[in-house]
């Protein structure tokens, strides 16, 4: 079952959900190409926020949409 949010499918990635309410801009990247998402938001998790994946997605959705 996909849920459902603001009539747009939530996804998935890394044990977290991306909405496109929260995260436009991740939201986006991931439905175009996921793999490369996913890579980078585990080297920021890593690199900066100790494996977090979530804190990783927000500094990168806040980057993005202020960079």
């Known amino acids: 079952m996909i849920k459902m949010k603001n009539n747009k499918p939530i996804i998935e990635m890394l044990g977290e959900s991306l909405d496109y309410q929260n995260f436009p801009k991740l939201y986006q990247w991931a ?3 996921p793999e490369t998402l ?17 804190s990783a997605m927000q500094a990168l959705e806040s980057d993005l949409e202020h960079g």
């Open 38 to 54: 996913e890579t980078q938001l585990k080297s920021i998790a890593n690199a900066w926020h100790e494996g977090d994946i979530r």
């Open 31 to 33: 439905n175009e190409n």
